[in-house]
């Protein structure tokens, strides 16, 4: 019984390379839990899952100014500054941009993101006059 268990667990422990090796191609090993889980071989019950990774679909804006301590607002709520924001990756929809700087006219334009573009924002900030 004893010889029975060690061969066992030899060839268990010789056969775990290919039955990793096995995984990252879509080949069923067993189960997706214990030894076998990792970047390849995930909570799916046969192995690696698809071929295809999908990125994100959002879109990003860039604010294309020299006022870096512009305060931007997206739809009315406040979203921070351009200087910390550098680029904006948002879902694909119509939202509205405000930007306000001060000593400097507000400025405020609605925008249209498509996923996987860029949309560069050319903000037309004009010293207040004063009164």
């Known amino acids: 019984m004893k010889k029975l268990l060690l061969t066992c667990m030899t060839a268990a422990v010789l056969l775990m390379p290919a039955a990793a090796q096995a995984a990252r191609f879509g080949v069923f090993v ?7 889980y990792g970047p390849y071989w995930g909570p799916y019950p046969y192995g690696y899952y698809g071929g295809y990774y999908y990125g994100p679909a959002t879109g990003s804006v860039k ?4 006022l870096k301590n512009a305060e931007v607002f997206i739809n009315g709520a406040f979203a921070g500054t351009v200087g910390k924001l550098k680029t904006m990756h948002l879902r694909p929809g119509s939202y509205n941009i405000e930007l306000r700087a001060p000593g400097y006219t507000r ?8 996923a996987g573009k860029t949309l560069h924002v050319k903000p037309d900030l004009r010293v207040q006059m004063q009164r």
């Open 30 to 36: 067993g189960p997706a839990f214990g030894w076998g």
């Open 63 to 66: 604010f294309d100014t020299s």
């Open 107 to 114: 400025y405020g334009e609605r925008i249209f993101v498509v």
